[in-house]
């Protein structure tokens, strides 16, 4: 990789706790509580079961399975809070994606690396009253089996000394292509207090998702 691409990828990954602000807080809310919330309830019929386990400090981080395009925004949509989700780098290379996911405040992560940029994110969220959001499979899965778990949000979960809140999410991958049937279901869990064993905070995300969704969890080997 060039140096010239070495520093976008970076400067995509970093934000400082500023770049969390009330701004686009609104921004967010607006996008997401209002327009996104609208379409999610009338359309979709959405069904949101354990906010009582959401935590009422922002000690802790965010981990749901991915279904869809649609999960980001559902995510940020129930809680009341800002999210930071964590974006592949890929789409900040499009400018218009770029501005749209900068004021929603997202921040980029290259899936094969986690940089000391995106670290550095993090530990400055932990500053302000935004919580992180992360999908731990990566990427889009939509076999009903939760598997192809990355390490990284353990990491940074042992790192940072926060727990993890388990969500599964059911049904956006059908509602992305057939309005007006089926229904969303997200389901939180209680939160996985933090660990110095990697391992077993992923184990225990992953069997959580399991219970949570009704999909098959199948351990990375």
């Not at 999960?71 to 400018?95: H, Q, T, W, Y």
């Not at 007006?180 to 209680?190: C, D, M, R």
């Amino acid at each position: 990789m060039s140096d010239k691409n070495t520093k976008n990828n970076a400067n995509y990954a970093y934000r400082d706790a500023k770049f969390f602000n009330g701004w686009r807080r609104l921004f967010q809310f607006l996008v997401t509580h209002i327009f996104y919330m609208i379409r999610f309830k009338l359309v979709y019929r959405l069904e949101v079961h354990g906010k009582e386990n959401i935590p009422k400090d922002n000690n802790f981080l965010i981990a749901a399975n991915h279904l869809s395009t649609l999960d980001p925004p559902l995510i940020c949509s129930i809680m009341n809070r800002g999210v930071a989700c964590m974006a592949k780098i890929e789409l900040f290379k499009n400018p218009f994606m770029k501005w749209w996911l900068d004021w929603l405040g997202a921040f980029a992560v290259d899936r094969e690396h986690v940089s000391v940029s995106t670290m550095k994110t993090v530990k400055a969220i932990k500053t302000t009253k935004w919580v992180l959001g992360i999908f731990p499979q990566g990427t889009r899965q939509l076999d009903g089996e939760i598997k192809n778990i990355t390490k990284g949000f353990a990491s940074i979960a042992k790192s940072n000394k926060c727990g993890i809140l388990p969500i599964g999410i059911r049904g956006t991958e059908e509602a992305k292509r057939i309005p007006f049937s089926g229904k969303i279901i997200v389901n939180i869990g209680e939160v996985i207090p933090y660990s110095d064993n990697i391992d077993e905070m992923i184990e225990k995300w992953g069997n959580s998702i399991q219970e949570l969704t009704g999909f098959k969890y199948i351990p990375t080997k």
